[in-house]
């Protein structure tokens, strides 16, 4: 369920929005659960919540890693969290390691985690069941959906420890166990993340190296894989090589699984542009299937230079994606490279605003326009769709992203931009609305160990309509 209202007011966006892909969205019958809701306290997060059906069985989830130290464990959960929360969900991270650096110091040498040191590991079971308790606090009391426990987990008696402290409170556990076996990826992750982390600040990296490896062999000595019969769990071998599950059912389960086996560790560039101005876009009209204008057309002969001569991309190299609509289309093919058109990259759908300018929305549909000014993610076009049913159909392209090695140009439109954007650079989804995506412009993202970086490079020629 929608909804078109909400409290606080704002200015309608001077941007022209495209339009395509219709979503049915029937009212809700009286006396349902979401007839019952006062309309415009709904937020956005309960939205989705509604939506993908956590509340139906599972009021509370817990997503608990496994695996051995640099083997992308903290990778999957700030992908995992970045995912949910760009769904709409409250997710909680719980990161143990974090918990250690506050409470007892960053830099503990590998002796802190010798299973033979009685103090070292009295004090990470401390470490461990604070992290825990936060944890139900936020499932309980912060109004969390999700929360994901970040720690080794390597033994059964550690996971049968936090399994029953679930059931305990109620909540459902599904570990997620990452396995690694091959040593050149091992050392690389070491060397790239590890070495960067406030556990060796100031050491000689060789030392430093030498010190996590002596760390891993002490994981190592008392590992045990996930084989528990009456566990749930997702088991990713080799970033996705193989996957196994257990006891795996239900929605978003079965979701998180197809994301996490789609994961890979390449770092590699994403270009983002709108298309060209389009004849739609001189007119302020919304929607439409125009093709492009004149500087729309000389926009696309910039953006191919840049790709071939500037952007020190090897163009072969590149994945090229377009909406199914012929601006996205014109402006892609002056790159003469292989394109990809999806249909969940086309425009939000205005619905019976499409064809209107702004202007005309106002004077003929006052009550719609002031919605929509009003809360500009969970409005919904009259037969047409929201910020949040564009969001919702995304995914199968964000998963595409996640597994996708190489460098990617995805040529499309401002709604469906903005929400890419807020994806990739781990924004809240009330954020999406109002992002900047200007016409004749690329946004370069480069992704890094610890972030993300941004470039915005505009390429001509200048335009007035946004």
């Known amino acids: 369920q929608i909804i078109s209202r909400a409290k606080s007011d704002g200015a309608l966006s001077n941007q022209v929005e495209d339009g395509d892909s219709a979503s049915d969205n029937p009212t809700p019958s009286a006396g349902s659960p979401a007839a019952e809701l006062e309309e415009g306290k709904l937020a956005g997060a309960a939205l989705s ?19 051995l130290p640099a083997r992308g464990k903290t990778y999957t959960a700030k992908k995992i969290a970045r995912f949910l929360k760009w769904m709409g969900y409250k997710v909680g991270w719980f990161n143990v390691g974090n918990y250690r650096r506050e409470k007892v110091g960053a830099q503990k040498n590998s002796e802190f985690f010798n299973p033979n040191n009685p103090e070292a590991y009295s004090a990470r079971k401390m470490l461990a069941e604070m992290a825990l308790n936060d944890m139900f606090g936020f499932l309980e009391h912060g109004g969390g959906h999700i929360a994901i426990f970040d720690a080794t987990n390597t033994t059964y008696e550690r996971r049968k420890w936090v399994n029953e402290s679930c059931q305990s409170k109620g909540v459902s556990a599904v570990f997620i166990e990452q396995v690694c076996n091959d040593p050149a990826v091992v050392a690389a992750n070491v060397r ?18 030498q010190d996590f490896l002596n760390r891993i062999k002490h994981y190592e000595s008392v590992y045990q894989p996930v084989d528990e019969d009456h566990l749930r769990y997702i088991k990713v071998v080799d970033m996705g090589r193989q996957v196994v599950c257990n006891r795996i059912n239900g929605f978003l389960p079965w979701k998180l699984t197809v994301l996490i086996a789609n994961l890979t ?9 709108r ?7 001189t007119k302020g009209r919304l929607g439409g299937d125009s093709e492009i204008s004149a500087l729309g057309h000389q926009y696309a002969e910039n953006l191919s230079k840049f790709i071939h001569e500037d952007s020190g991309l090897d163009p072969c190299e590149l994945c090229v994606w377009t909406s199914t609509l012929r ?25 019976l605003c499409e064809g209107m300018t702004y202007s005309e929305v106002k004077k003929r549909m006052p009550e719609d326009y002031a919605m929509r000014s009003r809360d500009k993610l969970c409005y919904r076009y009259p037969q047409g769709e929201s910020y949040q049913d564009v969001i919702h159909r995304l995914e199968p392209v964000i998963i595409e992203i996640e597994r996708t090695g190489s460098p990617i140009l995805i040529v499309a439109h401002q709604a469906v931009l903005r929400a890419l954007v807020a994806y990739l650079k781990d924004l809240q989804p009330e954020e999406c609305p109002n992002l900047d995506i200007p016409l004749h412009h690329v946004i370069k993202l480069q992704q890094h160990t610890y972030g993300l970086t941004q470039d915005i490079i505009p390429l001509g020629p200048d335009v007035n309509t946004s």
Do not use: F
């Open 327 to 351: 601006r996205t289309i014109m402006t892609a093919s002056k790159l003469e490279l292989p394109t990809v058109q999806w249909k969940c990259l086309d425009e939000i759908d205005a619905g």
């Open 265 to 273: 560790l390449t770092r590699r560039p994403i270009y983002l542009s």
């Open 49 to 67: 919540d509604r939506r993908i059906g956590i509340g139906a069985t599972e009021t509370r989830l817990a997503l608990i890693l496994v695996g």
């Open 275 to 281: 298309h060209g101005q389009s004849m739609d876009n």
């Open 192 to 209: 790239e993340t590890k070495l960067r982390s406030p556990d060796y600040q100031g050491i000689d990296p060789e030392k430093a190296v």
